[in-house]
Nanobody, 123 residues
Framework: QVQLVESGGGSLQAGGSLRLSCSVSGLTVRNFCMGWFRQAPGKEREGVATSSRTGTTSYSDSVKGRFTISRDNAANTLYLEMNSLKPEDSGMYYC?????????????????WGQGTQVTVSS
């Protein structure tokens, strides 16, 4: 059974930093496209960052230069380092996996999802 469990969310002021973790069981992270998505209240879920199994990373324009996605294949864990946080970064953050080499920021075909961790950034 595949499980993804996010952690590391919290409430903080603008300008601060957080590190999200996604612990994965039931599949080997090194073999999958992994991604972080977020959803703010009243908005659609959007792609934040992805990490392909070949090491390629992609970021949405809104987080580029501030967020870093990484993975620890030995620990089967995905991370999202978030710096210079802004109120508009607030939302529920989800990690997800996709069984393909292509690793886009689109959520279609991401088959396994975690339950999310909340990030709230105040001004």
């Amino acid at each position: 059974q595949v499980q993804l469990v996010e952690s590391g969310g919290g409430s903080l002021q603008a300008g601060g930093s957080l590190r999200l973790s996604c612990s994965v069981s039931g599949l080997t992270v090194r073999n999958f496209c992994m991604g972080w998505f977020r959803q703010a209240p009243g908005k659609e879920r959007e792609g934040v960052a992805t990490s392909s199994r070949t090491g390629t990373t992609s970021y949405s324009d809104s987080v580029k230069g501030r967020f870093t996605i990484s993975r620890d294949n030995a620990a089967n864990t995905l991370y999202l380092e978030m710096n210079s946080l802004k109120p508009e970064d607030s939302g529920m953050y989800y990690c997800a996996t996709r069984a393909s080499v292509w690793c886009p920021l689109e959520e279609s075909e991401f088959g396994y999802w975690g339950q999310g961790t909340q990030v709230t950034v105040s001004s």
